[in-house]
């Protein structure tokens, strides 16, 4: 017959592993699990670059929904989600706008970024709608990073 310790000992909620009594102290207690610290700081910078990754994917989808949006046909929308449109931070806008004869960064399909001039042209307004429309090449290449980030996501997930 064996009386076991009703407590269990704890096991890392990340990876499994169990943790020594004597590193409990060591240990990081959070949402009812225990973690060794470094296997719960790893979490959270996953936790934090997913949630990140997920801010851009919303700022992509908003992007795309505001270009189909019946706003911008000129049509009355059918149905407004004020919450959903509460939620929207940066408006496009709010977006940097140039004037005609000045110079915008914008992503091409390969990645490489071209300095346009800003003609109001479709186009140009397209890709101001579109949210590829930066004032400066570090902007741009920043919106790139992330842009990378997404696409490589979406390729896994596929
Ligand atoms: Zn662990």
């Known amino acids: 017959m064996q009386v076991g310790n009703p407590v269990p000992d704890p096991v890392c909620g990340r990876c499994k592993k169990k943790i020594e009594r004597d590193g409990l102290k060591e ?42 949006s019946p706003l911008f046909q000129g049509d009355e929308p059918p149905g407004v989600h004020t919450a959903e449109r509460e939620e929207m931070s940066t408006p496009p806008s709010q977006c940097w706008l140039p004037n005609t004869g000045e110079h915008y960064f914008l992503m091409l399909g390969n990645g490489m970024i071209a300095r346009f001039p800003w003609n109001d042209t479709d186009f140009d307004r397209e890709a101001w709608h579109f949210g590829n429309c930066f004032h400066t090449q570090a902007q741009a290449e920043q919106a790139r990073e992330q842009i990378t980030q997404v696409l490589h996501t979406l390729h896994q997930s596929w």
Request: hydrophobic share 40%; charged share 30%.
């Open 27 to 68: 240990a990081v207690y959070q949402d009812g699990l225990w973690f060794h610290t470094a296997c719960h700081r790893e979490g959270a910078d996953q936790l934090f670059r997913a949630r990140r990754l997920s801010d851009v994917l919303k700022e992509i989808k908003r992007g795309v929904e505001i270009i189909t």
